[in-house]
């Protein structure tokens, strides 16, 4: 079946560092990748995606790009804030046919702190 | 637009209670689903619709039910609450299926309690 792997956290950065936080997946079919983002207390949002190899997600300063060859969608950002502290969470979903493509199915989460 | 709501945002139970869990978006999206949060293991599904009239089961839909009688709201219940279900629930619409790319909006959050 379909999952994700994300890197471990928490990751604690100073501001203006450089962050990545790395995510594999396995999937039976050609996903669709997403980012989403949980700030404290609040719901999840989609923070980026990308439907096919090679293809580079961005919005507000983080990249991904969809490796299909290593099978990997890590997420960059080159100059955290404080305000980018959150949990993010790597997602796929199948793009196959037969209901599959219902589902997202999510990583752990990796816990991002920044300080001042 | 309010996008998706829950009601409640918090409730304590007693082992053996039952409640409902209220979710509703104003996005006219087809698909909605419910999760549950818990420490260390992400989310997972519980139960989702691609449609008003139908729901079908996730990952883990022991314990609960749902209906989705409207388009816009989808209801989740658990009938005899137990400890294992203190959790934090979000409900999730989407306009059509994740595989196609489609985004999913989430509601706040329900921080259940079960004593």
């Known amino acids: 079946g379909d999952s994700v792997t994300q890197m471990e956290g928490p990751v604690t950065l100073s501001e203006e560092a450089f962050l990545t936080i790395n995510c594999t997946y396995t999937?039976?079919?050609?996903?669709?990748l997403f980012w989403y983002v949980q700030y404290p207390g609040e719901g999840l949002q989609l923070l980026l995606k990308a439907t096919k190899a090679d293809d580079k997600g961005s919005n507000k300063g983080f990249e991904a790009t969809y490796r299909k060859e290593t099978t990997s969608f890590h997420l960059e950002k080159g100059s955290v804030q404080v305000s980018d502290s959150a949990v993010y969470f790597c997602a796929l979903s199948d793009r196959g046919s037969g209901g599959s493509n219902y589902k997202l199915t999510f990583g752990k989460g990796t816990l991002l702190t920044v300080n001042p | 637009n309010a996008g998706v709501t829950q009601t409640p945002k918090f409730r304590v139970l007693k082992t053996g209670q039952s409640m409902t869990l209220l979710c509703a978006q104003d996005?006219?999206?087809?698909?909605m689903y419910w999760y549950r949060q818990d420490p260390g293991m992400g989310l997972r599904l519980i139960h989702y619709s691609v449609g008003e009239g139908t729901t079908a089961k996730g990952e883990v839909p022991d314990g609960y039910n749902v209906s989705r009688l409207k388009k816009q709201n989808f209801l989740l219940g658990l009938e005899s609450a137990a400890p294992s279900q203190t959790s934090v629930y979000f409900c999730?619409?989407?306009?059509?299926?994740?595989?196609?790319?489609?985004?999913?909006?989430f509601g706040p959050g329900t921080r259940l309690t079960v004593l």
């Open positions: 996005m006219n999206h087809e698909y």
């Open positions: 999730a619409s989407s306009y059509q299926a994740p595989g196609l790319a489609y985004e999913q909006f």
């Open positions: 999937a039976t079919g050609y996903p669709s």
